[in-house]
């Protein structure tokens, strides 16, 4: 595969699965436009790189579908002046695109052999890459203006809510039913409230199981 072929490949992700699935704000179709989606991947992957799948990245991990990701930015709407918590870094391709549309990047990841691949790349100035368990978030950055957990999580921890500045937002995909909704929830004060906003294929993250019912 060519420089060529990735770059058409590319406009056509833009075409074919952002613009169709309501992905409308042009700072993030541009910076989808411009990260190199392949080099996040593994080199044997680098031809489905674009394709509207989960890309597996070893260790039980995958690459979020190209739409999910180009959704949940989207609705979160991030603006310049943001600092932002990045659940679920993985190698990196979220970070580089939030590089592109915010202040500062605290990308997040419980997987050392996928943040040394993320580390290893050409890391943008105002990323900061992380490990530790991802329901923890990281409180040392805290407070975000915004949190994007770049995966699906079966519950959403009182930990990210707490890291949330006033005025917040964290756009996650929740797990409801066997079904993977892509929500956003705001914070005003003391009250937090999400809603869904599409359903949509999305990587599972692991540590965020919904806790069980207690019974007697």
Do not use: C
């Not at 989606?37 to 890309?55: H, I, K």
């Not at 579908?65 to 943001?82: F, H, I, K, N, V």
């Amino acid at each position: 595969m060519t420089e060529q072929n990735f770059e058409s490949m590319r406009e056509a992700m833009v075409s074919n699965q952002l613009r169709t699935n309501a992905v409308n704000d042009v700072r993030v179709v541009d910076a989808m436009r411009a990260v190199p989606r392949e080099t996040f991947v593994p080199a044997s992957r680098a031809e489905v790189a674009y394709v509207d799948t989960l890309v597996p990245l070893g260790g039980g991990r995958s690459l979020n579908t190209p739409m999910a990701t180009g959704r949940l930015l989207t609705e979160s709407a991030p603006r310049a002046e943001d600092r932002v918590l990045l659940v679920g870094a993985a190698t990196g391709y979220t970070a580089a695109l939030l590089s592109r549309l915010v202040a500062h990047v605290v990308a997040l990841d419980d997987n050392a052999a996928l943040l040394a691949t993320a580390r290893g790349g050409k890391v943008p100035a105002n990323v900061e890459f992380v490990e530790g368990p991802l329901a923890a978030g990281w409180a040392q950055g805290a407070p975000y203006d915004l949190i994007l957990v770049d995966g699906a999580i079966e519950s959403l921890p009182q930990a990210l809510v707490d890291q949330l500045a006033d005025g917040g937002r964290i756009a996650v995909a929740i797990i409801e039913g066997g079904i993977s909704r892509l929500s956003i929830g705001r914070k005003v004060g003391d009250a937090f409230g999400v809603v869904a906003f599409a359903d949509a294929e999305s990587t599972p993250l692991p540590g965020f199981a919904k806790p069980e019912a207690f019974t007697f």
